[in-house]
T-cell receptor, first 111, second 113 residues
């Protein structure tokens, strides 16, 4: 079982719609969860992080965490063509002090 | 101001010729990571340092080594690069606490010829 799993996509949504990206993780000791966006040929850039169960909102982005289900998600409201990128879920495990990435989901926002 | 700097941005090396990639940080973070990212794949953790403690991933080939002479610098050494080692190499840093993001450098694109 992979440590962090995501659907590779592509996930295609029309402009203005809500994009929903999902991630599961295997280590129950994981403490922090991050969503990064990566454009082709560029480094990952942080969108949000969350470490408490529930929802966390920042502008058009909402991160959701359910530790019992070992599940974290990212919602993007009012999707824009500029949101088209690969979204990487990353999990920080404090005991090992390491940050592990999922396989990434490619999002395409269509006009 | 750049906080995590990787040099060079692009590196071309010959098959089997040792190569070193460098990373420096101005954040005074105690954790530094090296990731390998191939086209259309997620970053794969090679190893990381927690202060001076070196942590190697189980599936990182022996061909890859790392050095961290001080808090600010970390090096990735590829002893005998093969064609399969062509990739983007990403350095990242973070504080060792739960709610902290990892800051990435711009990456080094390695080509093996």
């Amino acid at each position: 079982q992979k440590e962090v799993e995501q659907n590779s996509g592509p996930l295609s949504v029309p402009e203005g719609a809500i994009a929903s990206l999902n991630c599961t993780y295997s280590d129950r000791g994981s403490q922090s969860f991050f969503w990064y966006r990566q454009y082709s040929g560029k480094s990952p850039e942080l969108i949000m992080f969350i470490y408490s169960n529930g929802d966390k909102e920042d502008g058009r982005f909402t991160a959701q965490l359910n530790k019992a289900s070992q599940y974290v998600s990212l919602l993007i409201r009012d999707s824009q063509p500029s949101d088209s990128a690969t979204y990487l879920c990353a999990v920080f495990t404090g005991t090992a002090s390491k940050l592990t990435f999922g396989t990434g989901t490619r999002l395409q926002v269509t006009l | 101001d750049a906080m995590v700097i990787q040099n060079p941005r692009y590196q071309v090396t010959q098959f089997g010729k040792p190569v070193t990639l460098s990373c420096s940080q101005t954040l005074n973070h105690n954790v530094m990571y090296w990731y390998q990212q191939k086209s259309s794949q997620a970053p794969k953790l090679l190893f990381h340092y927690y202060d001076k403690d070196f942590n190697n991933e189980a599936d990182t080939p022996d061909n890859f080594q790392s050095r961290r002479p001080n808090t600010s610098f970390c090096f990735l050494d590829i002893r005998s690069p093969g064609l399969g080692d062509a990739a983007m190499y990403l350095c990242a840093t973070s504080r060792a606490s739960r709610a902290t993001e990892a800051f990435f450098g711009q990456g080094t694109r390695l080509t093996v010829v």
